[in-house]
């Protein structure tokens, strides 16, 4: 019988640990390589795989209305090695999944080590790897080391790695208030593939303008963290920088009035106006334009829901500064997360452009099972975009909407969320079991049901087939 060659990841964080224990269990040789102790990081404080690092905190385990709720259904779907140890490792949280931080870590590199088709070199992989690791998955997270990190960006070009994560919120589109706000593009012009109704406007009057800023200003910040060194520069400013620097910097950057007319109020000229730009090509998420901040998550939801037409806002994320490493995915990796400039090269968790815990494991269990097939020969099959986890890949290699003005570096990390999947081929039931008509919460929370079973049905078939295609 022919020996099976090894598949090489490099990182033993959720994504490396769940892409590895994938691999295996598959029935491929891997090699696991991490680079602590002999070489650490600003972050960890252990040798641990798996080590978390932020918090404890799987967040939400309902997969009925949670999209992370239902991405941990469907991991453990798939025999996740992570959601496994999370299970066995789990602490009161009401309807979180958070862990032992410890006991998890200890879990997952005990199943790793004592995996048979598992080795594990402790071993900093300084610069590409080697030309004779064939298939090799990088899952080396937000804190690449800098000799990998250099090397992957002299390969995919110095603009494809970013370094300097800027957020701006999303709002998902069903939660704005259509009666205040209305679709424009600013003169409105069309541009590259636009209509010249590009943007949602939310316009604001002196007074609500005014309110804005004092909140802006009077909000609690979160300071960057020491090791993150990172200085503002004047392309990603947070707008509570902005309004420090005066009261009517705002309304003549991002919030400029100009060029539009509220087709609600065509004869009052607004004061201020917030832009929201299509963020995915669903159309179920928009952006609001040059919000970056570094407010706290709870400041930022109050002060948001301040404009017109986000009173009752729903955010797929909020807004934030900090350092990291990711790749511009749409650009520079095909389907199954290949470097399209070297395709032994895979990627997975954080660098790719999710965020989050669990999201960094499901890809790195996604991309481990595309390697595996394609080392047996067989070719990768991807989840439906229907669930969770094609969802998320299809938001990390394609989903995201680019414009021409700003250039590909608009791609910005995700968490998972409903405003990621196809919207629903049938409306959800607009009535309750008692006859009574859905409004609010409970409409929305109706639709992310059926949301929720159209994924969970659409992945046991896709995982029924890959499993059958495995057996054969």
């Not at 650490?40 to 404890?56: M, R």
């Not at 799987?58 to 453990?76: I, K, Q, W, Y």
């Not at 060194?229 to 910097?249: H, K, N, Q, S, W």
């Amino acid at each position: 019988m022919t020996q099976i060659a090894p598949i090489h990841v490099v990182g033993g964080g959720l994504a490396g640990s769940e892409a590895a224990w994938q691999i295996a269990e598959a029935g491929v040789p891997v090699v696991l390589h991490e680079m602590r102790p002999l070489r650490g990081t600003e972050a960890h404080k252990t040798e641990g795989l798996a080590e978390l690092v932020c918090s404890n905190s799987f967040r939400s385990d309902d997969a009925e209305t949670n999209a992370v709720g239902l991405l941990h259904a469907e991991m453990r779907r798939t025999g996740s090695i992570i959601m496994r140890m999370g299970d066995a490792h789990q602490v009161p949280a009401g309807g979180a999944l958070a862990v032992d931080r410890d006991g998890f870590s200890q879990a997952v590199t005990a199943a790793l080590e004592s995996h048979p088709l598992i080795t594990i070199l402790r071993e900093e992989v300084a610069g590409l790897p080697p030309a004779d690791w064939d298939s090799v998955i990088v899952a080396t997270g937000p804190l690449t080391s800098p000799a990998l990190a250099a090397a992957v960006g002299q390969l995919t070009g110095e603009k494809e790695l970013a370094f300097f994560d800027a957020i701006a919120p999303i709002v998902h589109f069903e939660s704005v208030d259509m009666d205040k706000a209305w679709f424009q593009s600013r003169y409105d012009k069309a541009g590259p593939g636009g209509t010249g109704a590009d943007y949602i406007n939310c316009p604001m009057d002196k007074a609500q303008y005014e309110a804005f800023i004092d909140a802006l200003l009077a909000a609690e910040k979160t300071e960057f963290k020491e090791w993150e060194g990172t200085p503002y520069f004047d392309g990603c400013l947070p707008i509570e920088v902005m309004a420090e620097r005066g009261r009517e910097t705002l309304r003549w950057g991002p919030m400029k009035p100009v060029g539009l007319t509220n087709k609600h109020n065509p004869t009052v000229k607004a004061y201020a106006v917030v832009q929201l730009r299509q963020d995915n090509k669903l159309g179920t998420l928009f952006n609001m334009t040059g919000f970056q901040t570094k407010l706290k998550y709870g400041e930022q939801a109050a002060i948001f829901r301040m404009i017109p037409g986000l009173e009752t806002a729903e955010f797929a994320r909020l807004g934030g500064i900090h350092r990291n490493t990711y790749l511009n995915s749409p650009k520079v990796l095909d389907a199954t997360l290949r470097l399209k400039a070297e395709p032994r090269l895979r990627f997975a968790g954080q660098i790719t452009g999710c965020e989050g815990y669990v999201e960094s494991a499901a890809i790195g269990g996604m991309v481990g099972r595309f390697a595996a097939a394609e080392r047996l020969g067989r070719a990768p099959s991807l989840p439906p975009v229907t669930t969770a986890h094609g969802a998320l890949i299809n938001h990390i290699t394609g989903g995201h909407v680019s414009t021409i003005d700003e250039g590909p570096r608009s791609f910005q990390p995700m968490n998972v969320n409903f405003g990621l999947f196809p919207p629903l081929s049938e409306p959800a039931p607009n009535k309750g079991p008692d006859g009574e008509r859905l409004r609010g919460n409970a409409k929305t929370q109706a639709r992310k049901r059926v949301l929720s079973a159209r994924a969970l049905a659409d992945f046991d078939a896709w995982l029924g087939g890959a499993t059958q295609v495995a057996a054969e």
